[in-house]
């Protein structure tokens, strides 16, 4: 045994009983006083809490090093996401040597394009002991981009917004978000999620508009059902802003043209417990992958977006009993529909007008394959 074994003592913290009851059940939680975050008394705690495993951990230190130097070994510190091209632009994530975060960057049009970093999260995080970015999203016209900060590590987001064309970081900061946004289309009006500062549920949706006090951003959506979630994003088209609320068996969307930021989102399907369904917008239809009419390994269907109400789905790829349809996706030629049968995930492509539908081939009788 260690010397700092013998001489220290692990905190024992105190128990005050909290009787909880929830649907006629009652428990008693001896230890609910430590979820006060702020609490003096709770800090103190974990702080002697935290002392006392370094002490009684400080002899493996140099087998901590040891490991972490050989995992690093392992990873490629210079690596980069393949770049992807959106609204005239090749978007790249990538990563210097030495360095912990990430660096993203776009090139106008070709790859051989002079780089433009959006932002160096290595820079940014300086000061910080955590820090992540992530949201980011482009306004349509390319000149400004939303991103979301967390320096604490509890997935509560500030929502900030960067000037492309100067530079400049706005003064802007909307706090408690899920970090996600979508644009408009008339490039200043964003909508977000907000979560609740307990629970930290996404329970509401909001409409900034630029220029204006984020305090009085207007309250587009409020899911109440706690069992459920809400987020909000973009069609793939850039038609439509969405805004889906999900539960573990159910869901329900709503939908509104992307031009209109204005006007009132229309309900796809009201929710049925049990019926889950997402939706794809493609010319004059949503597509939807749903378990209706109790089709467990899901189906595709479709339904006109001028009538969006479940009696007038009708089935595009039909239920199997053997085959499990985990997502579809939508190009302007093909449908593409990820499937899983035999414990092997594939997928299916078939062009609009049925001229042609295959399997992507692969080489391997295992792999796991995405789009």
């Keep these: 045994m260690k010397v700092a074994e ?8 105190k128990m005050i009983p909290v009787e909880l009851e929830k649907h006629g059940d009652v428990r008693i939680d001896k230890y609910f006083w430590l979820r006060e975050r702020e609490n003096p008394e709770v800090i103190d705690y974990l702080t002697r809490e935290n002392y006392y495993n370094e002490q009684m951990t400080a002899h493996t230190v140099p087998l901590q090093e040891k490991l972490f130097e050989e995992m690093k070994g392992r990873i490629k510190e210079d690596d ?4 992807y091209k959106l609204n005239g632009y090749w978007y790249i994530t ?9 660096i993203y960057s776009r090139k106008k049009e070709t ?6 970093i959006l932002f160096d999260a290595n820079e940014m995080a300086k000061g910080y002991d955590y820090y992540r970015l992530g949201g980011l999203n482009v306004s349509p016209d390319n000149k400004l981009i939303a991103f979301a900060v967390d320096t604490v590590s509890r997935r509560k987001y500030t929502i900030q917004i960067k000037n492309l064309e100067t530079g400049e970081i706005l003064p802007l900061k909307i706090k408690t978000t899920t970090g996600g946004s979508t644009w408009a289309n008339d490039n200043k009006t964003l909508f977000y999620a907000r979560k609740d500062s307990e629970t930290l549920r996404s329970d509401k949706i909001y ?6 006090d984020p305090k009085k951003d207007e309250l587009v959506f409020f899911e109440e059902d706690e069992t459920f979630h809400t987020y909000v994003y973009k ?3 850039d038609q439509y802003l969405i805004i889906g609320s999900d539960s573990t068996l159910t869901s329900e969307y709503r939908f509104l043209d992307a031009n209109n930021p204005d006007g009132e989102f229309q309900v796809v399907q009201p929710r049925i417990r049990g019926v889950e369904y997402s939706i794809y917008h493609y010319e004059d ?6 378990n209706k009419d109790g089709a467990h390994n899901f189906k595709v269907m479709k339904t006109p977006v001028s009538a969006t109400g479940e009696e007038n789905w009708v089935d595009i790829v039909t239920h199997s009993e053997d085959v499990l349809l985990e997502d579809i996706d939508i190009f302007k030629e093909y449908l593409v529909v990820s499937e899983r049968s035999d414990g092997l995930n594939k997928i299916r492509v078939s062009r609009w007008d049925g001229t042609d539908a295959y399997f992507l081939p692969f080489d391997n009788e295992t792999y796991t394959a995405y789009t």
């Design 80 to 83: 980069s996401s393949v770049p």
């Design 111 to 116: 790859l051989d394009a002079p780089e433009e």
């Design 207 to 212: 409409k900034h508009r630029l220029g204006t």
């Design 235 to 237: 069609s793939k088209s």
């Design 6 to 13: 013998k001489e220290i003592t692990a905190p024992i913290a």
């Design 94 to 102: 990538r990563y210097e040597k030495g360095k912990d975060y990430p």
């Design 285 to 290: 239809h949503f597509y939807l992958l749903t």
